[in-house]
């Protein structure tokens, strides 16, 4: 079982930046496949951006050039610097620790409100 458990999300205005982070168990995090994803109201949970153990990462095209996806293996941490942030950003960020096999666990999720 590994715990999942996501930080820093808040309100920001327009413009702003926020830094998300993520902390994951395990002794081999460094071999996770991690991912945030995002859920705004009334829609489908979709993905964000994804890192994995070998450090390749890839974006969904709306935050393409402003967010930044980033691993610390000895703090077994990810992170996602989000910058130029918009109000379609506002969702809930989830994050996602793929350790092989099919399995999947998920954090709780952080809120994050881009409003003026």
């Known amino acids: 079982q590994v715990q999942v458990v996501e930080s820093g999300g808040g309100l920001v205005q327009p413009g702003g930046s926020l830094r998300l982070s993520c902390a994951a168990s395990g002794s081999i995090f460094s071999i996770y496949d991690m991912g945030w994803y995002r859920q705004a109201p009334g829609k489908e949970r979709e993905l964000v951006a994804a890192?994995?153990?070998?450090?390749?990462?890839n974006y969904a095209d709306p935050v393409k050039g402003r967010f930044t996806i980033s691993r610390d293996n000895a703090e077994n941490t990810v992170y996602l610097q989000m910058n130029s942030l918009k109000p379609e950003d506002t969702a809930v960020y989830y994050c996602n620790a793929a350790p092989g096999y099919g399995m999947n666990y998920w954090g709780k999720g952080t809120l994050v409100t881009v409003s003026s």
């Open positions: 890192i994995t153990g070998g450090d390749t990462t």
